[in-house]
């Protein structure tokens, strides 16, 4: 067997900020977990469940290595407390389960349940094992080779979209395409091949190994089951937002300032983004929905704050590719900073339709959470009870 994940640093930076977080403030929390498929895939992957099954073993026997803890150490928002549990920590296969629904017999249910800081970092690998062992089904030349002429085409594109075409604030972006990249060898040469291609406008990646790697900045802050996770931690359902922004900002005091606005749509997040929080956080993370009326919305609070809003940052990151990034880009970035997590375009355009997977919170603390999203279809929560309370407490429309 070829294992997939060969290293616990080959996955996202949230998922240790987070990680630390729930650590310091929420050790005892239980949490679970379920993936979801949005899309058709062209093969069933209930056929790849004794695959899958024997890359989670060999997931659950790895552990951080010396030089990885020391990586993680250097970086100056991660204690020293929180190394030295990840130093012990190992992932359990009893937390996780592979089945197949009775009803649903071509595909598959996988869950993760228990304690949230055992439980919180099998979502990337999770979702990186189904994805390279979906895509080792197909040829792999071809595949490898349509995936050369693309990356070849977007870094021509950069290359003539530095001809003349800058704002007041320059573009950026960054690697996001752990969660749904075709395979790990693909993904990596990517990486290094922006990285040493497109130097001026690659700024980072959100995966730490190839962080450490390559030398870049290992971007994230915070995901949607931070926030989904305060809907359980015992304060009124309409605080949650605001308790997790300040539970956030005591613990990391000025670092990790981009805050995501979508658990509950945007209009919800910002009213509870008061001046406080403007003030607070140095910018803000899109998700879902139309990211220029978001993007607008975002300005004119920030205005109606008396905040200017050209020191503040836009994180773009749904579903973009280049054409995207830059035509945000040009609609933004004379009034406020850009930067653009540009995830499956990069990751995984070798010629296959990419897999929809994702692995939500949908329990903590044994209470329904939701995520509601600004998009139909990418809202997520296994209570109808609870989502409908949860829609009239933020005056959240039916989609």
């Known amino acids: 067997m070829d294992p997939v994940i060969q290293s616990l640093l080959d996955t996202d930076l949230y998922k240790f900020t987070m990680m630390q977080t729930i650590l310091h403030q929420h050790p005892t929390a239980q949490?679970?977990?379920?993936?979801?498929?949005?899309?058709?895939?062209?093969?069933?992957?209930?056929?790849?469940?004794?695959?899958?099954?024997?890359?989670?073993?060999?997931?659950?026997?790895?552990?951080?290595?010396?030089?990885?803890l020391a990586y993680l150490g250097e970086l100056r928002f991660i204690k020293a407390d929180f190394i030295d549990f990840l130093r012990l920590f190992q992932l359990q296969r009893r937390f996780i389960e592979v089945?197949?629904?009775?009803?649903?017999?071509?595909?598959?249910?996988?869950?993760?349940?228990?304690?949230?800081?055992?439980?919180?970092?099998?979502?990337?690998y999770v979702l990186a094992i189904v994805n390279e062992i979906y895509f080792r089904q197909f040829p792999q030349e071809p595949s490898w080779a349509s995936g050369e002429v693309q990356l070849a085409g977007k870094i021509n594109l950069l290359k003539d979209f530095a001809q003349g075409n800058q704002r007041r604030n320059p573009f950026v972006f960054f690697d996001f395409g752990t969660r749904r990249r075709y395979s790990r060898d693909w993904?990596?040469?990517?990486?290094?091949?922006?990285?040493?291609?497109?130097?001026?406008?690659?700024?980072?990646?959100?995966?730490?190994?190839?962080?450490?790697?390559?030398?870049?900045?290992?971007?994230?802050?915070?995901?949607?089951?931070?926030?989904?996770?305060?809907?359980?931690?015992?304060?009124?359902?309409?605080?949650?937002?605001?308790?997790?922004?300040?539970?956030?900002?005591?613990?990391?005091?000025?670092?990790?300032?981009?805050?995501?606005?979508?658990?509950?749509?945007?209009?919800?997040?910002?009213?509870?983004?008061?001046l406080y929080f403007c003030k607070l956080f140095d910018g803000?993370?899109?998700?879902?929905?139309?990211?220029?009326?978001?993007?607008?919305?975002?300005?004119?609070?920030?205005?109606?704050?008396?905040?200017?809003?050209a020191g503040k940052m836009f994180v773009f990151s749904d579903g973009l590719d280049m054409e995207g990034a830059f035509a945000l880009y040009h609609y933004f970035a004379d009034r406020v900073r850009t930067g653009f997590g540009i995830g499956t375009s990069l990751s995984n355009d070798c010629g296959h339709e990419p897999l929809q997977?994702?692995?939500?919170?949908?329990?903590?603390?044994?209470?329904?959470?939701?995520?509601v999203s600004d998009s139909p279809g990418k809202g997520m929560c296994e209570d109808a009870n609870f989502l409908n309370y949860l829609r009239d407490v933020f005056e959240i429309e039916q989609q």
């Open 31 to 68: 949490a679970e977990y379920a993936f979801k498929c949005r899309n058709k895939p062209d093969l069933p992957l209930a056929k790849l469940r004794e695959e899958i099954e024997a890359q989670l073993d060999h997931l659950c026997s790895l552990r951080f290595a010396e030089d990885e």
């Open 99 to 124: 089945t197949v629904p009775e009803d649903r017999p071509d595909e598959l249910a996988i869950r993760v349940q228990g304690p949230m800081l055992h439980c919180m970092l099998f979502e990337i």
């Open 187 to 274: 993904h990596e040469k990517v990486v290094a091949t922006l990285a040493h291609e497109a130097a001026p406008f690659m700024r980072g990646t959100s995966n730490v190994l190839l962080a450490k790697r390559y030398g870049l900045t290992p971007i994230g802050t915070m995901a949607h089951e931070y926030l989904q996770a305060f809907q359980a931690f015992g304060s009124r359902l309409r605080d949650f937002q605001r308790n997790a922004l300040e539970h956030w900002v005591h613990e990391y005091r000025g670092d990790l300032g981009i805050a995501l606005t979508d658990v509950v749509g945007t209009d919800a997040f910002l009213r509870d983004f008061d």
């Open 284 to 309: 803000l993370r899109h998700d879902s929905g139309d990211p220029f009326i978001w993007g607008d919305k975002a300005l004119a609070h920030y205005n109606q704050m008396r905040i200017d809003p």
């Open 357 to 371: 997977i994702v692995m939500k919170l949908v329990r903590c603390n044994d209470q329904p959470v939701a995520k």
